[in-house]
């Protein structure tokens, strides 16, 4: 039974492992604002999202972009929104196949800043489910008959 459970565990190593090259698969998008509102994209790496594709959405017309245009190469981006136009703005910065979605509540002159994407707790709680999960699905199968 040992030398079962050490295969299990460096199986369930091995699968794991693809998991920390494929993390930069996400991409956080935070922004501020003055009269305009400043985007700044990164990969879940740190790394920006350098001549990203931004696409901006109006509350009026969500389905019909209002304006697109490109990150510069530190994953920045900055528009000002029409005043008349209250209600949230839908922002997508993709490149590669990557990206993300923002949702900025605009209600007159006033922008609420916040982040997206998933916090390091929450990076490690799912790690933690995925393995624990592969663990427990080897064992029950790994379990000798009676």
Known sequence: M???FAFLVVICLLVA???AAAYAHGVDITYGSTSAIQLTAKYDTGEPV???DVVIYAPNEPAT???TGKSDENGSFTFTPDPA???TWD???RKAGHGGMVHIPVEGSAV???STGFTTAQVVIMSASVIW???GTALYFSRRKS
């Open 2 to 4: 040992k030398k079962y």
């Open 17 to 19: 492992w693809p998991v």
């Open 50 to 52: 350098s001549e990203g």
């Open 65 to 67: 972009p209002w304006s």
């Open 85 to 87: 136009l209250q209600g």
């Open 91 to 93: 922002v997508q910065v």
């Open 112 to 114: 609420q800043s916040v």
């Open 133 to 135: 999960g592969l663990v």
